[in-house]
């Protein structure tokens, strides 16, 4: 009896177990949910692509074309340049500035026109290149087209506590050439002169050599004295033996407004102070007019030719100004 009745409380111990086991397993509307969760399929992460903002419109090019980021050329170009063109194809596109620089590279100077020289873009935004960078060119069966579109200077600078504010051209002549090697020399401290220059090939060592002395009339700086990159030059003239003695040199544009330092000031060359005013006026001797680099072979019905033109008119002059460039004034 004892027996049966351990085997009947047994067999209600598992109809019991049997029945909470169903239960967990039925939802309130009957149907039957698997134990195992399933398993879900993500799709792999992309990175959103940019299109034009539903509040800006293309820009329509001459001739009536609108530039896409299906047609849009292989662009580079110059540091100090590079806020300029990067608000021209923003404009171009119907796109915002951080979204168009998704599409814009900028290898400077150098690797500008070497990308132009080798076919590896289609325009730059650059100053005039080097007699090398020509040369080298001209080798590869390469001939440079240039097209002009704003106005710069090319400047000199030194810390803003150096007593002297303006220097003749043959005085910077003397100090580029080693001649003059104290600022005693030019009605400044008993200091010796620290000249930084930049690297071969740079559009700022191109402009030494341009606006003040041929290549084989400066003087050659000793390693410490040459600087790879703008910001290194501003950097060293604030910062070397505290700023005493330093001088060196770049664009108009990068220097007030790139890599502006208050601990800087600007040379007046033959009393003239670089500035918006005496650059568009004419009045600065050391005039920089930045260009949009092609090669002579590019075809005329290039879409690049179309934003040329519209670069080089009121729609250029137009960024030019929004972004604290001095346009060019083709009268």
Not at 34 to 52: F, G, H, M
Not at 224 to 245: F, Q, S
């Amino acid at each position: 009896m004892k027996r049966n009745k351990v085997i009947g409380v047994i067999l209600m111990i598992a109809m019991v177990c049997a029945l909470c086991a169903c239960g967990k397993n039925k939802p309130s509307n009957g149907s039957v949910t698997p134990t195992t969760q399933p398993t879900v399929t993500t799709e792999p992460t992309k990175e959103p692509i940019a299109t034009p903002t539903e509040a800006a419109k293309a820009a329509v090019l001459p001739g009536g074309k609108t530039l896409t980021v299906d047609t849009l050329p292989r662009v580079d170009g110059a540091l100090a340049l590079e806020p300029f063109y990067d608000a021209v194809f923003a404009d171009l596109l119907g796109m915002s500035v951080d979204d168009a620089k998704l599409f814009l590279p900028c290898n400077n100077t150098p690797g500008a026109y070497k990308n132009l020289t080798e076919g590896k873009c289609d325009m730059i935004f650059c100053a005039l290149p080097s007699d090398e960078q020509v040369e080298t060119a001209k080798k590869a069966g390469v001939e440079f087209e240039y097209h002009t579109i704003l106005s710069g200077g090319f400047v000199f600078f030194v810390n803003r506590d150096n007593p002297v504010d303006s220097i003749t051209q043959q005085q910077l002549k003397d100090i580029v050439s080693g001649k003059i090697k104290n600022w005693k020399e030019v009605g400044g401290d008993d200091e010796p002169i620290v000249l930084f220059q930049r690297n071969e090939g740079s559009g700022s060592q191109t402009g030494l050599y341009r606006y003040v002395l041929p290549k084989d009339q400066v003087m050659e700086p000793i390693l410490e004295h040459r600087v790879d990159d703008m910001a290194g030059a501003i950097d060293r003239v604030v910062d070397y033996d505290n700023g005493k003695g330093a001088m060196s040199f770049s664009y108009y544009y990068y220097v007030v407004n790139m890599h502006t330092s208050g601990q800087i000031k600007l040379l007046g060359i033959d009393g003239v102070i670089p500035s918006d005013e005496t650059i568009s006026k004419g009045q600065y001797p050391f005039l920089n007019f930045s260009q949009i680099v092609t090669r002579k072979d590019l075809p005329q019905d290039s879409i690049v030719r179309d934003i040329i033109s519209w670069v080089q008119g009121e729609n250029g002059a137009r960024i030019a100004r929004e972004n604290g460039y001095v346009p060019y004034d083709v009268k």
